[in-house]
């Protein structure tokens, strides 16, 4: 079972981080966050889509991975689609993981930052000063909020 306390959720995330290029940021599949990425193709002959090489999707998910939370686990129900604070409770349910409410509103924010196009090292930086991602519609530039104030900050 994971235990998630802030500093081993911060730990997983920097590890994440480390596992790819500088400057990294997550562009899902059609544009939806997953915490599995995977191939899929349509079989004519079962009239199904098959799903080929599974691997980790995005920080939550890479950091979850990391920490040894199963693939497949993340893949079961509707869990890869989940919002962060949802697949967090999920889990815990099912009695994979714990958390604290420390590490789960850093993953939250991170994980609404990178959706908001955010680099993973950015979007971790923010998250531990309590700031999350966001932009406007007509521009991919991404801006800050401070989630106490609700003020936007440099």
Same mark, same amino acid.
Request: proline fraction near 2%; aromatic fraction near 8%.
């Given at each position: 079972?994971?235990?998630?306390k802030?500093?081993? +959720? !911060?730990? &997983?995330?920097e590890?994440?981080?480390?596992?790819?290029?500088? /400057?990294?940021?997550?562009?899902?599949?059609? %544009?939806?966050?997953?915490?599995?990425?995977?191939?899929?193709?349509?079989?004519?002959s079962?009239e199904?889509?098959?799903?080929?090489?599974f691997?980790?999707?995005?920080?939550?998910?890479? +950091? !979850?991975? &990391?920490?040894?939370?199963?693939?497949?686990?993340?893949?079961? /129900?509707?869990?890869?689609q989940?919002?962060? %604070?949802?697949?967090?409770?999920?889990?815990r349910?099912?009695?994979?993981?714990?958390?604290?409410?420390?590490?789960a509103?850093?993953?939250?924010?991170l994980?609404?930052s990178?959706?908001?196009?955010?680099?993973?090292?950015?979007?971790?930086?923010r998250?531990?000063?309590?700031?999350?991602?966001?932009r406007?519609h007509n521009?991919?530039?991404?801006?800050?909020?401070?989630?106490?104030?609700?003020?936007?900050?440099?």
């Amino acid at each position: 079972m994971l235990d998630l306390k802030l500093d081993k +959720a !911060v730990e &997983l995330v920097e590890q994440a981080i480390a596992s790819k290029p500088e /400057g990294y940021a997550y562009k899902g599949p059609d %544009g939806i966050c997953m915490y599995v990425d995977y191939d899929e193709t349509y079989n004519d002959s079962t009239e199904e889509y098959d799903r080929t090489d599974f691997r980790p999707g995005c920080l939550v998910g890479t +950091a !979850v991975i &990391l920490g040894g939370i199963e693939q497949d686990d993340l893949l079961q /129900g509707t869990r890869n689609q989940k919002n962060c %604070g949802d697949l967090l409770a999920d889990l815990r349910y099912s009695g994979l993981l714990t958390y604290d409410q420390d590490a789960a509103r850093y993953l939250e924010l991170l994980q609404l930052s990178q959706d908001n196009g955010a680099t993973w090292s950015e979007a971790h930086k923010r998250a531990l000063k309590g700031q999350r991602g966001t932009r406007d519609h007509n521009s991919a530039d991404v801006y800050w909020i401070d989630t106490e104030s609700g003020n936007r900050v440099e």
